[in-house]
């Protein structure tokens, strides 16, 4: 292949883009957030950064160590799957500062809970160590429950401002690296079948991410994504997770961001909220379609008691709050 100037080809795993993450229209929204994000820099306004991480019970460590020619695998008890959802709140000065793990879906009225809670704390922090409370930038991406009229209503009354990332751009998002931080420091025994004890190992996670692990993850962004961003280059997740790795371990700390199937779709948040919506009934249809599959016994009570329980699903989630306190 070489002798004809031609490239060499190697069997590969197949990645999904959508054509907006890099289009034309795609680059001059994330050129705008730029704009509009040194422009408040230069206000003073410390930066609040949001965002969510799933989680279930049966997650674990994909790769382990086996004699060769043998396959490595984990024995562990039979559970049920149980998704988990920590929203999270960082900054550069704080690093950590609340994080919320939601048992279930996170709809409106939790992120109200959620923000709510956060920002009791960061009043009560500045009366703890004597200091003004002074108005914040709130980053979110976008999310349909971070554009609810409630949330913008709370921090509007409060003195506070959101600014909301260019869709299609979690690259520039720098709670994504810290979620990378996180899962790497985070060690679960394969035996954690229990939500209780499962969250407790999700909180001791989040207790170990330093201020200045946050920091480094920023100005990874501000310092050498935003330059990217205004030459209008092309953003990759995984070729920007791979260099912020490489530069993580130059500097001491091992960086393994996990390869989660579909993660670059179901981050995008695109500011499309029908669209949203109608990716959201498949998710749900499919979710559905995996109960019955994995369940097939119970088939016909699930599909009974799908209409019965459906006005009891916000009510009976549960919620585990853990605060870290800078």
């Known amino acids: 292949m070489l002798n004809y100037g031609l490239p060499i080809f190697s069997y590969k795993r197949l990645r999904v883009a959508e054509k907006q993450r890099n289009s034309d229209e795609t680059k001059m929204k994330r050129i705008e957030y730029i704009r509009q994000y040194r422009e408040l820099e230069l206000s003073g306004c410390e930066f609040i950064i949001i965002d969510e991480t799933p989680f279930n019970v049966l997650e674990f460590r994909r ?133 209780v004890a499962y969250i407790n190992h999700l909180q001791d996670g989040f207790q170990r991410i330093t201020s200045r692990q946050v920091r480094r993850c920023i100005m990874f962004v501000t310092n050498h994504l935003f330059s990217r961003v205004l030459l209008k280059q092309s953003l990759l997740m995984k070729e920007l997770q791979r260099i912020f790795a490489q530069q993580m371990d130059l500097a001491g700390e091992l960086t393994i961001f996990v390869d989660e199937i579909d993660q670059d779709t179901s981050n995008d948040r ?18 559905e379609n995996e109960i019955i599959v994995q369940q097939p016994i119970q088939r016909k009570r699930l599909r009974r008691s799908s209409t019965t329980n459906s006005s009891q699903t916000s009510s009976s989630e549960q919620i585990f709050t853990h605060i870290n306190d800078s």
């Open 63 to 195: 790769r382990g160590r086996a004699p060769v020619g043998q396959t490595a695998f984990r024995t562990r008890q039979k559970a049920k799957i149980t998704n988990i959802t920590a929203i999270t709140a960082i900054s550069s000065l704080r690093g950590v500062i609340h994080v919320l793990f939601v048992v279930g879906k996170v709809d409106h009225k939790i992120f109200i809970m959620f923000m709510n809670g956060l920002l009791l704390h960061l009043q009560q922090s500045a009366l703890s160590s004597q200091c003004t409370y002074e108005p914040m930038v709130f980053i979110m991406d976008n999310a349909l429950i971070h554009h609810d009229i409630s949330v913008l209503h709370l921090l509007q009354d409060n003195n506070h401002r959101v600014l909301y990332t260019a869709p299609y751009s979690c690259e520039i998002n720098p709670i994504e690296y810290v979620f990378g931080i996180f899962k790497t420091l985070l060690k679960i025994p394969y035996d954690c079948t229990k939500v």
């Open 270 to 287: 695109n500011v499309d909220i029908k669209k949203q919506k109608r990716c959201q009934e498949i998710l749900d249809l499919q979710d």
